[in-house]
T-cell receptor, first 113, second 115 residues
């Protein structure tokens, strides 16, 4: 799986958009970008994933650059409950028996009142 | 809908003791896995399974054993606990590809302290 690089921490004001970047310059053509988050002391929670096109769901939007070497997770109106560690992961979706989902250290997003 | 259930939530062991962390899921997921999380280290994969009777090692398998006799259960065994195994353990499961997404569902974690 391709390695990812994320900032260690970020701050965001409540009600504003939070934009979390992720670099994955060695991503392969068949690798997806996944985002998870982990609120303190809880198990990680899936947010969104994508391959080439931008994606949006009820939680967030995922913007992937045209060359696919980086992406941005957007929380459109951050709330205090969005304070968490956000993990960007790239992997092959159809990995067969080699289904290893590797988490890095992620970005600690702190939403301030 | 219980999802992924881990037991116990908290456990204190003495060095050399053995124990089993239980993980059960009721979503008929083929894939199950165990991660450990240490401060500043993120999540590291210990073992995983792609179906009953099939297991494989992750990044940090030493000191841990697993088995998968049923689709629902994936226990993690510590045969001789060491202080270095003090950590928070997470179990996760998903349907295997080729379904799109392969979203991992995590349990609430088991916090283990080895004295």
């Amino acid at each position: 799986d391709a390695k990812t690089t994320q900032p260690t921490s970020m701050d965001c004001a409540e009600g504003r958009a939070a934009n979390l970047p992720c670099n994955h310059s060695t991503i392969s053509g068949n690798e997806y970008v996944y985002w998870y988050r982990q609120i303190h002391s809880q198990g990680p929670q899936y947010i969104i994933h994508g391959l080439k096109n931008n994606e949006t769901n009820e939680m967030a939007s995922l913007i992937i650059t045209e060359d696919r070497k980086s992406s941005t997770l957007i929380l459109p109106h951050a709330t205090l409950r969005d304070t968490a560690v956000y993990y960007c992961i790239v992997r092959v979706a159809n990995g067969g028996s080699n289904y290893k989902l590797t988490f890095g250290k992620g970005t600690l997003l702190t939403v301030n009142p | 809908n219980a999802g992924v259930t881990q037991t116990p939530k908290f456990q204190v062991l003495k060095t050399g003791q053995s124990m089993t962390l239980q993980c059960a899921q009721d979503m008929n997921h083929e894939y199950m896995s165990w991660y450990r999380q240490d401060p500043g280290m993120g999540l590291r994969l210990i073992h995983y399974s792609v179906g009953a009777g099939i297991t494989d090692q992750g990044e940090v398998p030493n000191g841990y054993n697993v088995s998968r006799s049923t689709t629902e259960d994936f226990p993690l065994r510590l045969l001789s606990a060491a202080p270095s195994q003090t950590s928070v353990y997470f179990c996760a499961s998903t349907l295997l590809p080729p379904l799109a997404g392969g979203e991992l569902f995590f349990g609430e974690g088991s916090r283990l302290t080895v004295l």
